[in-house]
């Protein structure tokens, strides 16, 4: 076997040989900065865990048409995480695209981080493809319920886009894992989700974060995609709370425009020093 048929391709030597009309796409979830930089989670510092992330990106998946940020977006909803966290993403040079998660305050979140590149809008359209970012938190509520409205605008904006391949987002995860801590502040209701996307055969894929893990799965033909946070990872398939020693991470996404989505994770490739395995909660 030789040495480069064993190297990984990176995501932006796949981009770069996508088809004409294709939509590169940079997924960040739980980011959990803080109003204080240096303030770690679980002993691992989350802004410089970002940071280094932001690196990797330039320097394997950049350019992108957009990012996605799936929730849990800063960890004590403070106006300066919110800024900070949008100074990081301009950096990214393209429209990006947020959600609240469990530790958002969506206003705070709104207030601070909106502008002509960051957007909370719920609905966006893109070459072939619709993208539909849903809001699944209960305010004061660490599990996750999609709202009548929220169901309203989803119905809406498949109804109103059926020529348009659709990816849906949301923060919380619609699917047990297998870990009994974190399916108890899963997404409550996820019958009146997938009743509605089973109505709608343009939908190609749903993609969450919440979970501190990876999934890769398929229902119904619609690609299921759980990612890693930017920060630390959760112990998969653990009925109590664990802390995995897995790095950093990050999504990326192709969408070809006839409806097919690749995608795979990067990561940073060591775990940073001062992660506390042994905590018990977060
Ligand atoms: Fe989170």
């Not at 995860?173 to 409550?188: E, F, Q, R, T």
Request: hydrophobic share 35%; charged share 20%; net charge negative.
């Amino acid at each position: 076997m030789t040495a480069a048929r064993d190297r990984k391709v990176s995501p932006a030597d796949i981009f770069s040989e996508l088809p004409a009309g294709s939509l590169r796409v940079l997924q960040i979830t739980d980011t959990h900065l803080y109003a204080d930089a240096k303030k770690r989670l679980a002993g691992l510092a989350t802004d410089h865990s970002l940071c280094q992330l932001l690196q990797l990106a330039q320097t394997k998946i950049l350019p992108v048409d957009l990012a996605l940020v799936t929730g849990d977006l800063v960890h004590d909803a403070s106006a300066s995480g919110y800024q900070r966290l949008k100074q990081h993403l301009l950096t990214l040079n393209t429209q990006a695209y947020c959600i609240p998660g469990n530790h958002d305050l969506n206003p705070v979140m709104r207030n601070n981080i909106q502008c002509d590149s960051i957007s909370t809008d719920t609905v966006s359209r893109h070459g072939n493809w619709v993208l539909i970012m849903l809001d699944s938190t209960i305010p004061g509520k660490v599990e996750g319920q999609l709202s009548k409205e929220q169901l309203q605008l989803l119905s809406s904006g498949l109804e109103e886009h059926k020529d348009y391949h659709a990816l849906v987002s949301l923060h919380h995860h619609p699917i047990p894992l297998g870990s009994a801590w974190i399916d108890n502040v899963a997404l409550k209701n996820p019958d009146d989700l997938f009743s509605i996307l089973d109505q709608h055969k343009h939908v190609r894929g749903l993609l969450w974060g919440h979970a501190h893990q990876l999934y890769d799965g398929e229902r119904n033909g619609v690609k299921l995609m759980g990612s890693p946070s930017t920060c630390i990872q959760f112990k998969p398939h653990q009925d109590d709370f664990g802390i995995h020693q897995s790095p950093p991470g990050l999504r990326w996404l192709a969408l070809l425009p006839e409806g097919k989505i690749m995608s795979d994770v990067e990561y940073l490739k060591d775990t940073p020093s001062g992660l506390d395995l042994g905590s018990v909660g977060y």
